[in-house]
């Protein structure tokens, strides 16, 4: 394969249809995805072109530690204890920062779920090495997505586009996110790593997508904690409910930090760009 070029690779393919079904899941070795991307072995990279395009939804084992996970879930709870939940726009300067949401679940609950988001960009020092250990991933999938390794890395909300670590936390009993898609304009691949895992850390919910109309697909159970997902932006996907039995067999000392934790690698726009590339609902 003369010239490999990976962006064109993408602008021809994109002529077609956009996926939005899922078509089948996939399992590759996240060491050795991120040498075959390094390496730029274009066998490999068409053909994850082909399968992203056509609606599969690609799992990379083993891309961060469970112990860094752990630890990291654990800081962040203690962050909800010293620090003030609030809330910033994507504006120069922004900090780092967490929130707290209550949502109401339903009109026949009496209570409110709570999920909290943690949100990082690069200007801020912090001390959890979140760069450090998701660099090296989100720097390979914004590669094969049709990027540089380093792609917005420098930039800051006046650049428009930015590097933006969120992470979730879904304690329990939390609503759902409705299906949706996402432009593919400034990031053609979705990335989640995954922070917790079913039966484990959580009973029910998580990440679906669609086979056709109506055929919902909870894919959860084919994943571990430290595993990242791929899969194309315009794919229809949603967040299903998170459940916890009451007789969870917790490990030990992990009470606080149970649950279902999220990851998203994301570059939005910034709140410089009023008319701003998010999310779309299916409908
Ligand atoms: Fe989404």
């Given amino acids: 394969m003369k010239n490999f070029n990976i962006s064109e690779n993408w602008e021809k393919i994109e002529k077609k249809k956009k996926p939005k079904y899922l078509k089948k899941i996939i399992r590759l070795d996240g060491k050795e995805f991120i040498q075959r991307l390094k390496k730029k072995d274009n066998k490999y990279i068409r053909n994850l072109i ?10 990379l084992k083993n891309c961060v530690s469970e112990k860094y996970i752990d630890n990291l879930k ?28 209550d949502e109401r679940i339903a ?17 801020n020092k912090e001390r959890l090495k979140i760069w450090k250990n998701f660099d090296q991933i989100w720097g390979s999938i914004k590669f094969l997505g049709g990027l540089r390794y380093n792609s917005f890395v420098k930039n800051t909300p006046k650049d428009k586009v930015i590097d933006r670590v969120q992470i979730v936390r879904y304690p329990k009993d939390t609503g759902h ?28 919910g998580g990440t679906y997508f669609y086979e056709k109309k109506n055929k919902k697909i909870n894919v959860e159970k084919n994943i571990k904690k430290g595993d990242v997902g791929l899969f ?42 009023k008319k701003r590339n998010t999310s779309s609902p299916a409908i």
């Fill in 50 to 59: 082909l399968r992203l395009y056509s609606g599969d939804f690609i799992i």
């Fill in 74 to 101: 654990l800081q962040l709870m203690k962050i909800t204890k010293t620090k003030k939940s609030n809330y910033y726009k994507m504006l120069e300067g922004c900090p780092n920062f967490w929130r707290r949401q």
């Fill in 107 to 123: 009109k026949k609950y009496s209570f409110q779920a709570v999920r909290d988001s943690f949100y990082f960009f690069r200007w």
């Fill in 177 to 204: 996110t409705e299906p949706h898609f996402h432009d593919p304009v400034n990031q053609r691949i979705i990335i989640s790593l995954y922070m917790s895992e079913l039966n484990k850390d959580f009973h029910h």
């Fill in 232 to 273: 194309y932006s315009t794919l229809l996907h949603g967040v299903d409910a998170v459940k916890i039995k009451a007789q969870i067999k917790l490990r030990k000392n992990n009470k606080e930090i149970q649950g279902r934790w999220w990851c998203g690698l994301y570059s939005p726009e910034s709140n410089y760009y």
